[in-house]
Each structure stands twice: as structure tokens, then as C-alpha cells.
């Protein structure tokens, strides 16, 4: 695997359900960020950790929970969403947190919430 | 508020017509632009970062130029293949590796 990778590509899930989505990144990068993309809306930044220490909430919902066990994983625990969080998760990484750095993204995981 | 708005939403061209994205932007102490380029299905690829007014950066048929106000990404004699949504986004002073997107331009090349 090169790169960063996502899993699942495609998750369905109820209101009461839990899940969670699962970011990879083989680059040897020490960030990493969670974005939404959601139709005809602008990438929105959600969280950002940065040698697995969280530096930024962008105000998300508590059901919305991160997770970052070390700078090679990230993951985004899901439950009690809602239908207006069907979108496009987005997981990036960069060499370290400076403007210098490039993000590098993965696939993003299409998710539906019924 | 930090916001950045891209023009047009959509682009039609015809293959070897060239043509310019726009990017404009309101975020304070601006300290780097970036440009992506995003695939159906897939996520943004990196593509440009310009830090100063008056900096130029190019790769192959795309130029992204930056000034105190706005970014453009020119293509010149664009192929089918470089169709694509094109992002733009920029951080400031404020807000390390916090990037601010603009909602996309949509680029459709036709042979």
C-alpha cells in the first residue's frame, strides 16, 4: 500500500447506528486531518492531529469522535448521525503541521446516513 | 471571516481551447495558496502552492499565478484528460496547516 488509504470506501448506516471510518497514510508524515466534503459545498476541515495530539476541532458534534493511536493511523468514530452528515470523509496527512507541507489525501469514504 | 469563492462553478472547453480558473480571496494574513486538482471519486491531488503576490508556478499545460487579491490557474491548450474539479485554498497567519477551500471549479475538456 502507498500513499494514504481509507476504509470503507462506501458505508450505509441508520441513525442509531455506530461505526467507525479508518485512515492509513505510508508517507512517514507526522499530520494528519479529517475533512467533509459534502455536495456543493466547500472541503471543510474537521480535526487535525499533529504527532497524535489533537490541535484542531473545527467545531464539530460530539458524535463526531476521533481517534489518533500513533501518526501512521487515524480513525472516525461515528454515532448518532444524522442525514445531513451524508458526505465525502476525507483523510490527508503532511510531513508536519507549517504551510510548507503539503497534504496529501486519500480516497475518502462515501458515506450515507438513512 | 477567512472565506475563499472560485469562478466559474463549471467550465466547458473545447480540447486546445485555453482558458483561466479564478480564486479569490478574503483571509487574512494569507501565508500560502494551494491548488488541487480532484478525480470523480477520488480524493484532492496536489498540485501548486504559491506564497507571495507576483509568484508563478507551472506544470505542464496548467500556470497558477497569485496576486494580492486573487489566484488564477491558466491552462493552456487543455486535452480531455485534465478534466476535472479544481480547488483552491488558503491559509493564514493564524491558522497553520488549517486550510480554507474554495468550492471547486468543475472543468470539462471535449475532444
Known amino acids: 500500500e502507498t500513499g494514504v488509504t481509507q476504509t470503507p470506501r462506501h458505508l450505509v448506516m441508520g441513525m442509531t447506528n455506530k461505526k467507525s471510518l479508518k485512515c492509513e497514510q505510508h508517507?512517514?508524515?507526522?499530520?494528519m486531518y479529517w475533512y467533509k466534503q459534502s455536495a456543493k459545498k466547500p472541503l471543510e476541515l474537521m480535526f487535525v492531529?499533529?504527532?497524535?495530539?489533537?490541535?484542531e476541532n473545527n467545531s464539530v458534534p460530539s458524535r463526531f469522535s476521533p481517534e489518533c493511536p500513533n501518526s501512521s493511523h487515524l480513525f472516525l468514530h461515528l454515532h448518532t448521525l444524522q442525514p445531513e452528515d451524508s458526505a465525502l470523509y476525507l483523510c490527508?496527512?503532511?510531513?508536519?503541521?507549517?504551510?510548507?507541507?503539503?497534504?496529501?489525501f486519500g480516497p475518502g469514504t462515501r458515506l450515507t446516513v438513512l | 471571516e477567512d472565506q475563499v469563492t472560485q469562478s466559474p462553478e463549471a467550465l466547458r472547453l473545447q480540447e486546445g481551447e485555453s482558458s483561466s480558473l479564478n480564486c479569490s480571496y478574503t483571509?487574512?494574513?494569507?501565508?500560502?495558496l494551494f491548488w488541487y486538482r480532484q478525480d470523480p471519486g477520488k480524493g484532492p491531488e496536489f498540485l501548486f502552492t504559491?506564497?507571495?503576490a507576483g509568484e508563478e508556478k507551472e506544470k505542464e499545460r496548467l500556470k497558477a499565478t497569485l496576486t494580492k487579491k486573487e489566484s488564477f490557474l491558466h491552462i493552456t491548450a487543455p486535452k480531455p484528460e485534465d478534466s476535472a474539479t479544481y480547488l483552491c485554498?488558503?491559509?493564514?497567519?493564524?491558522?497553520?496547516?488549517?486550510?480554507?477551500f474554495g468550492q471547486g471549479t468543475t472543468l470539462q475538456v471535449k475532444p
Open positions: 490527508a496527512s503532511s510531513l508536519g503541521q507549517g504551510i510548507q507541507n503539503e497534504q496529501f
Open positions: 508517507l512517514g508524515h507526522n499530520a
Open positions: 492531529y499533529n504527532f497524535k495530539e489533537q490541535t
Open positions: 483571509v487574512s494574513g494569507l501565508r500560502g
Open positions: 504559491l506564497y507571495s
Open positions: 485554498a488558503g491559509t493564514s497567519s493564524g491558522n497553520t496547516g488549517k486550510l480554507i
